[in-house]
């Protein structure tokens, strides 16, 4: 398999790539693969330090925008995972223009050259903010989307145009749409590291409103092991939902980070609401597990606390990523 990995010097690309290279994800064993990657503030080719003298992977730091370098590229490869985007909801609501230029053309692009050369697989990933928010009960893959973010709506318009890909011309497009992801590597600007960074920095934590939000958490192993199967076993045209199966609410999982980083709620300031904050995010995962036989491998209490330990261990890595 020659296998294209868009974003795969980011927090959940760079650890699929890791795994298939330390052969990790089974029927990926062997893979050769080539990172397109536009190196930003969310690409740290330390995320790739690991596998780095494996001879089976290539970086190229390009836009998935550029039509020229992705046509060259991929006409060297059979199989994409499309994991490169646009990602922070809180950047988004601020400049929403990289958003829609990054996730849907450059989506838009990813695909004419997947078609013109005929791949095999190309799996899309996405998230399920795509869906809004839901008050009670879970999404399964054919309730509409409603995003309620700059963010989430670019993200499903991807969704919406790979899926026509496959309607129209018969690309074999597979989408993924996962739960909140958390584990080593991830950039402090997303919740977990952010909060737990600060408070090993001895800073105070940023809390939304009354903290009531909730969020379905899944490890980033479990996350890429999900899109392994999406990608050598999914049904063309399918939308496959990969989840941690973890509910928590943004007050619970900071009392959880406070507790494992020897902190207490004097170090928690309660922050204006985001604008447009969905309330609950809740994903029906039981077709892949039924389909393809997913199953989250990593239990949330000793992931979090793996995660923690990883950033206590590695202030190097991230103390240059901090923001304010």
């Known amino acids: ?26 029927a990926l064993a062997g893979a050769r693969i080539t990172i397109l990657d536009k190196l930003t503030y969310a690409g740290n080719l330390a995320n790739l330090h690991p596998v780095s003298g494996i001879d089976r992977l290539d970086v190229v730091r390009g836009d998935i925008t550029d039509e020229a370098l992705v046509d060259t590229l991929m006409r060297r490869h059979d199989h994409v995972v499309h994991f490169a985007a ?23 692009v990813l695909l004419d050259a997947a078609r013109r050369h005929d791949i095999a697989r190309f799996v899309h990933v996405s998230t399920d903010e795509v869906y809004g928010s839901v008050t009670e009960g879970s999404w399964r893959e054919d309730a509409p989307v409603a995003p309620n973010s700059p963010y989430a709506a670019t993200k499903a318009g991807a969704d ?48 939304y409103g009354d903290g009531s939000q909730v969020r379905d958490w899944v490890h980033v192993g479990d996350h890429c092991r999900g899109t392994a199967l999406a990608l050598t076993d999914g049904r063309p045209g399918q939308v496959y ?63 979090l606390a793996d995660t923690v330990q990883w950033y206590r261990e590695n202030p190097g890595w991230w103390r240059p990523l901090v923001i304010d």
């Open 86 to 108: 646009e990602s922070h909801v809180d950047r988004s609501i601020q400049a929403a223009a990289a958003f829609a230029h990054t996730n849907v053309v450059g989506t838009q």
């Open 241 to 303: 939902h990969i989840g941690g199966n973890k509910e928590l609410t943004n007050k619970d999982l900071t009392a959880l980070l406070l507790r494992a980083c020897g902190a207490d709620w004097d170090q928690v300031a309660h922050v204006p609401d985001r604008k447009g904050h969905d309330q609950r995010y809740a994903l029906d995962d039981s077709k892949i597990r039924q389909e393809l036989g997913y199953r989250p491998q990593v239990e949330f209490a000793a992931g």
């Open 1 to 26: 398999m020659n296998l294209l990995i868009t974003g795969g010097a980011g927090f959940i690309g760079s650890w699929f790539v890791r795994a298939a290279l330390r052969d990790q994800l089974p």
């Open 160 to 207: 919406l145009l790979a899926l026509t890909y496959h309607r129209t011309h018969g690309l074999p497009v597979v989408v993924t749409r996962c739960a909140n992801n958390y584990g080593p590597y991830q950039h402090p600007e997303k919740m977990i590291p952010r909060f737990v960074t600060n408070l090993l920095s001895g800073r105070r934590v940023p809390l």
